[in-house]
């Protein structure tokens, strides 16, 4: 690639260390305040892991540390690394007749108390849970919490009295607070007087990343025969589009200033990683309604079928299938199966050109009562897309967390025309051209039976031009 091309394939040495330098540099970095702006999975909540323990387990330390991430099992799984390390030290220091680990208490999943007497809990990701409490604090996967400048605010007066505030993150996008802080640092004078720390993912093959992870993946793993620049380009291929690339792995936040759903609407309204949120449609058994929305395509972009279920006022994805390339006898056949289940009350058809015959089919077999069609025009898709702004804006709907969705929500852009006229765009990556944000949008019109009246939208042409 362009970007590995005055690197060399593989390292002349490398040094055998337990870690890698970019992690031994942010291990030893004892700053009151640091803030590590990184990569995607190159071991630095692991290296983190490491460094809290051999930090609260020396006699001086004063304080208990406390660890929050995006929820609270990714919370415990760094606590689980902290256990292993824990464990490992421990059985080096009985050679010398002392203890890392306290062995007359026991471990539990939310805690870990060391000889000492010193503690590592792991907390939920609400901010409140940081209140009254005084230490270290470890903010893991700090811009995908919902509100990262609250927790922000309520955790950082907790180490007045001693210990290191560490925040750990990707980016989500240019407006989250994890990259004004970041901005605050670089280029702001850096009042809060951060001692910042940035490693990409070509950092990190720089500096041995490959070498480190082939060391651990099995003999037939295909990544055992990959050079840097075949690695680059293979998780530059496997992600969603390239601005998610350089966002999840380069460290450059997506800008969010044109997105129609920035992130920091999108992210609040995932699903937390543990949630086993999807259903098998056809044998669901539920009380509560079911509604689907279809954005029809055969070749070039993804046909998407969603379904939300509707709990009170909230609308709960529980079924994705995406087709490309698919004939549309088969993309029948799985929307017709999932229409078997009494309770799927309507479907909204993308019925634009290709998708004509495809609803007026659908309509045939099950009536117009369950199934509606919708031409895209630039009135009607202002229609779909402000109602399903609104409820990510009132936190009124659960997606699952992908980064393909993810990114395929955040590509949609409103553009505003030298006549007037409201425009959403989209560039065309190798997962679609925005499918799954109009099939989420036909999906809450079929289950807000919405009108498509355009003049019922004129306010918004107005307004969008102040926003």
């Known amino acids: 690639t362009q970007q590995f091309a005055l690197i060399s394939p593989r390292p002349k040495a490398m040094k055998n260390n337990?870690?890698?330098?970019?992690?031994?540099?942010?291990?030893?970095?004892?700053?009151?305040?640091?803030?590590?702006?990184?990569?995607?999975?190159?071991?630095?909540?692991?290296a983190s892991a490491?460094?809290?323990?051999?930090?609260?387990?020396?006699?001086?330390?004063?304080?208990?540390?406390?660890?929050?991430s995006r929820d609270e099992a990714q919370a415990r799984l760094f606590l689980e690394d902290c256990k292993s390390f824990a464990k490992i030290l421990n059985e080096a220091a009985a050679a010398t007749g002392s203890n890392i680990l306290d062995v007359n208490n026991p471990r539990s999943s939310l805690s870990l108390t060391l000889a000492n007497g010193k503690r590592i809990h792991c907390l939920s990701s609400n901010p409140d849970a940081q209140a009254g409490k005084r230490g270290t604090r470890v903010l893991d996967e700090f811009a995908l919490n919902n509100d990262p400048q609250q927790l922000y605010t309520i955790a950082s007066p907790g180490i007045t009295w001693g210990g290191q505030l560490e925040i750990i993150s990707t980016h989500r996008g240019s407006e989250n607070f994890f990259n004004k802080l970041i901005e605050e640092a670089r280029h702001g004078e850096n009042p809060k007087n951060i001692s910042l720390h940035r490693v990409t993912l070509q950092d990190a093959l720089e500096q041995g990343f490959l070498e480190r992870l082939q060391s651990k993946l099995p003999a037939e793993d295909?990544?055992?025969?990959?050079?840097?620049?075949?690695?680059?380009?293979?998780?530059?291929?496997?992600?969603?589009?390239?601005?998610?690339?350089?966002q999840e792995y380069m460290c450059k936040p997506a800008c969010d200033q044109n997105a129609f759903l920035p992130y920091p609407l999108i992210v609040p309204c995932e699903y937390s990683v543990e949630t086993q949120w999807q259903r098998d449609i056809p044998n669901y058994r539920t009380n509560n309604p079911l509604y689907i929305g279809v954005d029809i395509a055969r070749?070039?972009?993804?046909?998407?079928?969603?379904?939300?279920?509707?709990?009170?006022?909230?609308?709960?994805?529980?079924?994705?299938?995406?087709?490309?390339?698919?004939?549309?006898?088969?993309?029948?056949?799985?929307?017709?199966?999932?229409?078997?289940?009494?309770?799927?009350?309507?479907?909204?058809?993308?019925?634009?050109?290709?998708?004509?015959q495809f609803t007026e089919e659908a309509i045939q077999q099950f009536g117009?009562?369950?199934?509606?069609?919708?031409?895209?025009?630039?009135?009607?898709?202002?229609?779909?897309?402000?109602?399903?702004?609104?409820?990510?804006?009132?936190?009124?709907?659960?997606?699952?967390?992908?980064?393909?969705?993810?990114?395929?929500?955040?590509s949609v852009k409103k553009e505003i025309s030298q006549s007037g006229t409201l425009r959403f765009t989209s560039s065309r990556g190798p997962d679609g051209h925005a499918d799954h944000f109009w099939a989420i949008s036909l999906a809450l019109n079929a289950a807000l039976s919405q009108s498509l009246s355009p003049s019922h939208y004129e306010p918004l042409i107005r307004n969008s031009r102040l926003n």
Request: aromatic fraction near 12%; proline fraction near 4%; charged fraction near 25%.
């Open 18 to 46: 337990f870690f890698l330098p970019y992690q031994e540099r942010w291990i030893r970095d004892t700053s009151q305040i640091k803030i590590m702006e990184k990569s995607r999975q190159i071991g630095i909540s692991w």
């Open 50 to 68: 490491y460094a809290l323990v051999r930090r609260q387990s020396q006699q001086s330390t004063r304080t208990d540390a406390w660890v929050s």
């Open 222 to 246: 295909p990544r055992q025969e990959m050079d840097r620049g075949d690695y680059f380009n293979f998780i530059k291929d496997s992600c969603p589009d390239q601005d998610a690339f350089e």
């Open 299 to 356: 070749t070039n972009d993804l046909t998407v079928i969603y379904v939300v279920e509707k709990i009170e006022d909230t609308f709960y994805t529980r079924h994705i299938q995406t087709f490309q390339n698919a004939p549309f006898s088969q993309q029948r056949e799985a929307l017709y199966a999932l229409l078997t289940n009494p309770q799927v009350i309507k479907v909204s058809i993308d019925q634009s050109g290709l998708g004509r």
């Open 368 to 410: 117009q009562t369950r199934i509606s069609g919708v031409n895209f025009t630039s009135s009607t898709k202002e229609a779909l897309a402000y109602p399903l702004k609104h409820v990510f804006e009132q936190r009124r709907i659960r997606i699952p967390d992908s980064d393909i969705l993810r990114a395929d929500l955040h």
